[in-house]
């Protein structure tokens, strides 16, 4: 290239990636600041001017609402959990299981508890408007997330009282009531020993 031929821009986003970017960068900063981040903050933290922001979102309240929609979607869980590994035992794959759960309900809780610790009160269930129930689809989120755990017992099929799905619904739906009571619940692997060998030694 010559020093005269005109250089080639890097494509620009979409304006849904450039909201979705936006929201990433958002996400920490509200779980730390609630409602007190401001905009300027979360445009330094992207590295683009702050009238960006307000080029995809309305105003500071939409884009609070879509950061409460992104802290309450399940697919990036649904990803990690089809990612872990097949080559290891039974109680590792679910080991990794337990983890991504953990890590996205402490990720959602803290996001929504600091944003309703700071007065963002009476903006839908989740305190994300109306868009963020709107998107919220539980029964496909639980359906994706028991299909993905389902595969990980695959490998043992043969051996399971019961087909895959039920047995990874059982699995969820005691370990979200482990991570409930995590303070004064057993620990993880005693947990898991239970849940795989049951509770009589014999």
Known sequence: MTEN?????APGMSPEQRREMIVQT???LV???GTAVTTAQIARAAGIGEATIFRVFADKDELLDACVAAALRTE?????VAEIPMDQPLAGRLAEVAAALDAYLARMGAVIGALHSTGRQGRGAHGGGRAADAGLDRDTAQRQLVEAVAELFQPERSELRLEPEA??????GMLFTRTRRKEDGP???DFLEVFLHGALTA
């Open 5 to 9: 031929a005109p250089r080639r821009r």
């Open 26 to 28: 958002a996400l920490p």
């Open 31 to 33: 779980a730390e600041h």
């Open 76 to 80: 990036h869980v649904v990803a990690e």
């Open 167 to 172: 047995i990874a619904s059982i699995f969820l």
């Open 187 to 189: 620990a993880l692997d």
